[in-house]
């Protein structure tokens, strides 16, 4: 995580655009809470664009609604 944290750092100073991909939701057992964070405090503004996380998409895939009326 360091690696790839320092990684990406290095990347914005020097003026590029950074994207990190994670499946599912980040902030469920994710790290995404960390880099927006640790990013933040190096002065550089995160957006976060949430995927479905797999607990929803395995009962989408096999027909089961979570919630129903």
Do not use: W
Not at 38 to 64: L, W
Request: proline share 4%.
């Amino acid at each position: 995580q360091n690696e790839l944290d320092s990684a990406g750092l290095e990347a914005l100073k020097a003026g590029r655009s950074v994207v990190r991909l994670k499946g599912g939701d980040p902030f469920v057992f994710g790290r995404g809470g960390e880099e927006v964070m640790f990013y933040g405090q190096h002065g550089f503004r995160v957006g976060v664009i949430p995927a479905v996380s797999s607990s929803v998409a395995a009962a989408a895939c096999a027909g089961i609604p979570l919630t129903m009326r």
